[in-house]
């Protein structure tokens, strides 16, 4: 019997229709944030067991745009579009673990399939929107420039629902992109059993960052964030805005090749 081939399934002889590539993935794209404060309770009801809110400013909140172009290692994807353009807004807060802080991505959504299985192994919880950013362009009337004084829109939806709207202005060049989102992530992946009362039968905590890191100037920005709550998602209630604190925006490479298990719980 031949082996069945691919780094998630679909599984094939050949591998070639599984959904994601084997690692390593690489990354190139433009990040647009904005970071505020919320109330700490908030965040801290977003956290697992076991993770505490991170000592210093626990309530700070970033809320990310980002629109990508992805590839695995060969770069076939970058000649076939749609199988490496994306764009994806998340939500990310600071946490502690065993004396350890870290950044945490609590909530995201992406455009494509392909970003919701890679999302799936690295402990990310994303889902489906409709995502926007507007882009810098180096000519002409109908696109802004990285520069004071450009000005940059970004908008996310969910099942027709509007939950995101963002504005920002750059101001002047800045030391980071923000500090929120500045930290190895601390995520969970976890899968149910099939059986109805059968609980989980995979309980992680792991840690992972990126390498290669290869970035633009950063700008700091003025700033607005307006959110809000669907039927279905819990933007604004999960973590209100109290206190906009700062706007960013870069462009960016980075790669991603695994990561570490902190804990595995038992089950």
């Given at each position: 019997m031949a082996a069945l081939n691919g780094f998630l399934p679909p599984y094939t002889e050949s591998g070639r229709s599984a959904l994601v590539p084997m690692p390593p993935w690489h990354y190139s794209g433009d990040l647009l944030t904005v970071?505020?404060?919320?109330?700490?309770?908030?965040?801290?009801a977003l956290l697992p067991g076991g993770v505490e809110l991170?000592?210093?400013?626990?309530?700070?909140?970033?809320?990310?745009?980002?629109?990508?172009?992805?590839?695995?290692?060969g770069g076939e994807e970058l000649l076939d579009p749609s199988r490496s353009q994306y764009?994806?807004?998340?939500?990310?807060?600071?946490?502690?673990?065993?004396?350890v802080t870290y950044s945490r991505c609590v909530l995201i959504w992406v455009t494509s399939d392909f970003a919701i299985g890679r999302g799936l192994h690295?402990?990310?919880?994303?889902k489906l929107g409709s995502i926007y950013m507007t882009r810098p362009m180096p000519h002409g009337k109908a696109a802004p420039r990285v520069e004071a004084g450009g000005t940059f829109g970004a908008t996310l939806a969910a099942y027709d629902h509007r939950l995101a709207t963002a504005r920002v202005t750059l101001t002047t060049p800045s030391e980071s992109n923000g500090v929120v989102n500045a930290l190895p992530m601390l995520h969970n992946r976890q899968v149910r059993a099939i059986e109805r009362d059968g609980g989980l039968v995979?309980?992680?905590?792991?840690?992972?960052?990126?390498?290669?890191?290869?970035?633009?100037?950063a700008w700091a920005a003025d700033a607005e964030l307006e959110l809000a709550d669907s039927p279905w998602d819990e933007l604004a209630s999960a973590l209100p805005v109290r206190e906009i604190t700062g706007g960013f925006y870069r462009q960016i490479g980075v790669s991603w090749n695994g990561g570490t298990t902190v804990e595995r719980r038992p089950v």
């Open positions: 970071e505020y404060r919320t109330d700490p309770e908030r965040v801290a991170s000592e210093e400013d626990p309530g700070a909140v970033a809320m990310i745009w980002a629109d990508w172009q992805s590839c695995s290692d764009k994806e807004a998340f939500v990310v807060v600071r946490c502690r673990h065993a004396g690295q402990g990310y919880p994303k995979l309980d992680e905590l792991i840690t992972m960052g990126g390498y290669d890191a290869d970035v633009g100037p």
